[in-house]
């Protein structure tokens, strides 16, 4: 059960990438890379963003990260405390793949 709690809010995460990149008219793909986390690598899904206009692209972005904290307050408490540790760990780990990158 822990390991559905620790997996969630990723898969959660990325599913809401894909679903607004469709909102949007576009297609995106995932791909399995290595962050770095200091010296400990860091599994993770990354995506290629779409040729697309800089605003689609920013929502694309934002939607994993609102669709994640968004339902926070809906899901037990083990949720919780993977994605806000998803998201102040994120800076760190996601490096050129960053959505935060696009959110500007």
Do not use: N
């Amino acid at each position: 059960m822990v390991i559905l709690w620790g997996l969630a809010p990723l898969v959660i995460h990325e599913l809401a990438h894909y679903v607004a990149a469709l909102l949007r008219g576009s297609r995106i793909r995932f791909e399995f890379s290595l962050g770095r986390l200091g010296p400990v690598p860091v599994p993770r899904w990354t995506w290629r963003w779409p040729e697309t206009s800089a605003g689609k692209l920013r929502f694309i972005c934002q939607a994993g990260f609102l669709a994640e904290l968004g339902l926070v307050p809906f899901l037990p408490s083990p949720y919780a405390v993977v994605a806000l540790l998803h998201f102040a760990a994120y800076p760190w780990y996601a490096g050129e793949s960053s959505d935060f990158k696009g959110m500007v």
